[in-house]
């Protein structure tokens, strides 16, 4: 059994939640939960909320019981979303482009016993 969650326009860089990302790709979720909660990057806070909606998802949108020990991170992914575009002065009456990023981030969890 696995369950998804998906949390768009995330007003963070891609690269950077990438990088808190492969700290917990993989792992079974109470160690996942734990790395980013006292992880001091500003990642760390959205990717611990998708994390944690996809075990609510799994655990209360299947009849059986499922214990959250049984669980991993089967899947994390992190997309770019689109950019804010603005403009700031630069020397010599130019203007320099200033891109703020979004991402998106897709989190599968899976039961580790029930899975193939």
Known sequence: MEAKAIAKWIRMSPYKVRR??????????????NLLHFNDTAASEPLEKAVRSAVANLINNQDTKISPDDLYIKELSIDG??????????????ASRVRKRTCHISVTVADKNNSN
């Not at 808190?20 to 996942?32: D, H, P, S, T």
């Not at 575009?85 to 009456?93: C, D, L, P, T, V």
């Open 20 to 33: 808190v990302a492969k700290l917990v790709r993989g792992k079974q979720i109470n160690e996942a939960i």
């Open 81 to 94: 979303g689109f950019m804010l575009k603005r403009f700031r002065a630069a020397s010599m009456g130019r």
